[in-house]
DNA sequence: CGACTCAGTTCAAAAGGTGAACTGACAATT
DNA sequence: AATTGTCAGTTCACCTTTTGAACTGAGTCG
């Protein structure tokens, strides 16, 4: 069996996992994408200890995934919102989500949504796209490149 | 602005990341699905230090990802190969890698993988699986339930 | 006035990650 | 026959991160 050689597979996934890599950040941006928006909220639905929770949220805001808001002046309140660099992530939490509903067998429900374009239960699917057949690693191999 | 409320948008997500929430993991399946087998060449390509690397390593294949054979008896000799699930989330990390090349600019170069069905550069873009079309998270309703 | 909410910060203890050195089985070289 | 080298780890001492719990502080409500 031909073993594969992505030698230039680099960089743009650590890059990626560099910010989202650890247990508790993709939590966070599918509360996000939920609607979660305050501190306190986020803390209640993940049980995050405060002190991780204001480290990951600055950090998100730091890259460009969440916007802080003040939505309210007095008292001081703050709303973390998805921008449209996190809002464009979230077909990869579904794309994760999907392949743990795959193949991790669980009595935990999956998350359920509804694609308004169709009318049927989104489920993500990775394709290429430029020829919209569906990707697997079967299908591919090194790209060489000039220099 | 309408809200969204995915409130039943749990637990996939949350034990996918369980398996793959670190900063290593994703890059050891990479790695994996690039061709690298054996202990060394992990340690070679990632640096990530010996004794985590046992530890990841032993995670992915008590979770399924990755199967451990001994290739050579004497001397001992182990490969770590994917295991259809593995293969089956490398989709996964190519989304992840293609939202890192969109939004997170830096001079590394990105990953680049030829698409054996079609012949182009792939590239991963995730779909609805019954309509094909790309989902993003203002097409997307909670789906209510019975029960 | 006292109780409550939000959005954190502070602190000690526990857990996890790091690099460097070590083990042990064998193979190849001198 | 002795030394060096390779693979696949383990061990250890150190450092950083995470955790939980308590505390702060600004402001509101009754």
């Known amino acids: 069996m031909k073993r594969n050689d992505f030698s230039q597979w680099d960089c743009s996934l650590a890059r990626t996992v560099d910010i ?3 247990w508790w950040t993709p939590l966070i941006l599918r509360d996000a994408a939920r ?3 305050t501190f306190e909220d ?3 639905s993940l049980g995050v200890s405060r002190n991780t929770l204001t480290q990951r949220l600055n950090r998100l805001v730091e890259h460009g995934m969440l916007e802080k808001t003040l939505y309210s ?3 001081k309140r703050y709303r973390y919102v998805m921008t449209a660099q996190g809002v464009d992530f979230v077909p990869v939490l579904m794309a994760m989500a999907a392949w743990g509903d795959k193949w991790i067998a669980d009595t935990a ?3 359920r949504v509804r694609h ?3 009318g049927a239960e989104a489920t993500a699917r990775v394709v290429c ?3 919209e057949a569906p990707l697997a690693l079967s299908d591919l191999e090194p790209l060489d490149e000039a220099a």
Chains 1, 2 share one sequence.
Do not use: L, N
Request: with cysteine; charged share 20%; aromatic share 10%.
């Open 20 to 22: 989202i890599g650890d």
């Open 35 to 37: 609607g979660v928006t």
């Open 42 to 44: 986020f803390h209640q």
């Open 73 to 75: 002046d007095r008292p």
């Open 109 to 111: 429900p999956p998350f």
């Open 116 to 118: 308004k374009t169709c």
């Open 129 to 131: 796209a430029c020829c």
